[in-house]
């Protein structure tokens, strides 16, 4: 069995830069709709916001860059894990590669304080699909709670 490592780093609007067989899953369409997520929040004082509105936004703004024409999927399994401080919910995206597989780990976007696994649930079905790797998303509790 050979395995390929994936040198990937997102970005605060979810832009992908990656180095190695990630690179072929082009996601350059979705540029426009990123500039334009970056212009609505032009001039505004995230601060100012408030941590409600602030997370209204960007989960509405994720889902409607991540999650819109999202690839269909072989499996999809939520759940919840125990941890220290409660459950934390999770969701494995599988694209039916036979076992075993690798896995990646993904914690969303957000800065710790927002985004969870709804708004990156079409990221992380393409992430799945163009690795081919069951990746499992981990909505951990968001700061400051």
Partial sequence: MQHHLFATQVGPFGDIATVGPLR??????????????AAEGRGRKLKDLGLGPLR????????????????????????TLSG??????????DPGVPAPAPALLYAHGGGWVMGGLDS?????R??????ACRVLALDYRLAPE
């Avoid at 072929?24 to 997520?37: A, E, K």
């Fill in 120 to 124: 990156h649930d079409g990221l992380c």
């Fill in 24 to 37: 072929q899953h082009r996601i350059g369409h979705r540029t426009g709709q990123l500039d334009r997520l």
């Fill in 56 to 79: 209204a936004w960007f989960d509405g703004a994720f889902t409607r860059v991540w999650n819109t024409d999202a690839p269909p999927i072989a499996r999809v399994e939520e759940g």
């Fill in 126 to 131: 393409r992430l799945a699909i163009a690795t």
């Fill in 84 to 93: 220290p401080a409660g459950p934390l919910s999770f969701r494995l995206y």
